[in-house]
């Protein structure tokens, strides 16, 4: 174990021998980090992945650059089928850990095979849309999607989870009992699976208080059904053999001779009317195919309405603002920022500038934040620069479009930049839009206060006040 100020090794005592730093509170946080990772690896040798998860989570809160852990909880995400989780935080472990570590060969062995890969991005987008179908109540097209993904994707947990839920919505048990099985061989302590094969268990009657005990001995047979005895006696003192026969032989003929005597009348009766009744029948039947037909020609409709918006929204779901587009854009870029020296620093900022800044704020998890803050000052200084260059030759031109554009992405890889904050005020006013202008003028008066730019902002606002 290392100081976390000067890197010096640590001995026994509660400080830094080097430094003198104060580490007692430090080697505390660091054993009990370690002592969740322990637990966490104990839990995934006996496929407790979901106990696994929680506790190499809280590992790395307390240690967030415990590689060994994210490596681990990366494959307990790629056991449990959610790739996307798994590439995440192999990528954040080669961040912190860039030689010698196994998350390369991780995310090396996912892209050599892109087309497992495309398999289950796949996955995801059949599962979210059937969510939507089950929000809508579509529960056959939800069923028809997660069966599709099942076959892509077998340890997809949540997604056979929730096709065994439909299964109990609609009480087929059976069904349900055999998507719920392997949900508990992938991971036995999942507390959602073990309460649907609970209650799946108790309706097909494989509770042990609802089994019936059966017994017997030479007289009788016992049966026990919960706390009531069924005796049935096995004795009898029926004919058996050639007696038993010539009986039922007899039977039947006496019945046959009476039946033929007395119903004669009634079948007369019964030919008469049996065509009426067929007519009636075949009425009845047309009747209820037209309304089968009408309904089903209704569902059609309500079905195309709802694939449609289902499209729509799937559609913006993918688009650069959405969870996927976002993680796709990081990891993209840092794929190409890998590459080392041959890297392109133009090529990783086109990826991050696709990142929708309001996502990263509102919606993005913290290792998301992480990874990108570290990518973007890992290149925002030399790609600011470029872009405020960028922009001023569309200025000379007066092509203050593209002027607007590249001095946006010079402020936002290089926000201490204030040249760059006043040129895209001055593009903003040059091309009309005088409430964005002011707008950006405001933000270099309060930004860069007592600078040259400030000064000349406050004569531009008010030039555009009046």
């Not at 430094?19 to 006996?46: F, M, P």
């Not at 909880?73 to 449990?80: D, N, P, R, S, T």
């Not at 809508?136 to 096709?163: H, T, Y």
């Not at 800044?357 to 992480?370: H, L, P």
Request: proline share 2%.
């Amino acid at each position: 174990m290392n100081c976390y100020k000067c890197g010096c090794a640590l001995s026994e005592k509660d400080f830094c021998t080097a430094c003198g730093a104060d580490v007692g509170t430090y080697k505390k946080l660091i054993y009990l980090s370690n002592q969740y990772y322990n637990e966490g690896l104990e839990r995934a040798q006996v496929r407790d992945l979901t106990g696994s998860k929680e506790k190499l989570r809280q590992c790395l809160k307390l240690n967030k650059v415990n590689t060994q852990a994210r490596n681990l909880l990366g494959l307990v995400y790629f056991e449990l089928g959610e790739l996307v989780e798994a590439l995440t935080e192999w990528v954040i472990s080669t961040t912190y850990q860039p030689e010698k570590n196994i998350a390369s060969d991780y995310i090396e062995m996912v892209q050599s095979n892109p087309a497992a890969l495309d398999g289950i991005n796949s996955t995801i987008h059949k599962y979210n849309l059937a969510l939507n179908y089950c929000k809508q109540g579509s529960v056959d097209m939800a069923k028809i999607q997660l069966r599709k993904i099942v076959n892509l994707n077998p340890k997809l947990l949540k997604a056979r989870q929730l096709l065994a839920l439909l299964y109990i919505r609609e009480e087929d048990w059976e069904k349900a009992k055999r998507e719920l099985e392997p949900c508990r061989k992938i991971d036995i302590g999942n507390v959602l699976t073990n309460h649907y094969l609970r209650e799946v268990n108790e309706m097909l009657g494989l509770d042990e208080s609802r089994n019936f005990k059966k017994k017997e001995n030479n007289n009788a047979v016992y049966m026990q059904s919960g706390n009531d005895v069924i005796i049935q006696p096995k004795t009898s003192n029926e004919p058996k053999g050639l007696g038993l026969l010539l009986n039922i032989a007899v039977g039947l003929l006496i019945g046959l001779a009476i039946g033929w005597f007395l119903l004669g009348p009634i079948r007369v009766r019964m030919s008469d009317s049996g065509l009426e009744q067929e007519l009636n029948q075949a009425r009845e039947e047309l009747a209820t195919k037209s309304a089968e037909k009408e309904e089903l020609t209704q569902n059609y409709n309500s079905l195309s309405k709802q694939l449609e918006e289902t499209s729509e929204r799937l559609e913006s779901y993918e688009s650069s603002e959405g969870e996927n587009g976002a993680l796709k854009n990081l990891m993209l870029a840092q794929i190409e920022y890998d590459k080392g020296e041959s890297r392109d620093t133009m090529v990783i900022a086109g990826y991050l500038s696709n990142i929708d800044e309001t996502y990263v704020e509102q919606k993005a998890t913290e290792e998301f934040k992480q990874m990108y803050e570290l990518m973007m000052s890992s290149v925002g200084g030399t790609v600011g620069g470029q872009y405020y260059e960028a922009g001023n030759e569309a200025f000379r031109i007066m092509d203050y479009s593209s002027a607007i554009e590249n001095y946006k992405k010079a402020v936002l890889f290089d926000s201490e930049n204030s040249d760059a904050l006043f040129a895209l005020a001055d593009a903003y006013r040059q091309n009309g839009d005088k409430a964005k202008a002011k707008e950006t003028y405001t933000l270099v008066t309060e930004r860069f206060p007592e600078t040259e730019n400030a000064s000349r902002a406050l004569g531009f606002i008010a030039e555009l006040g009046e």
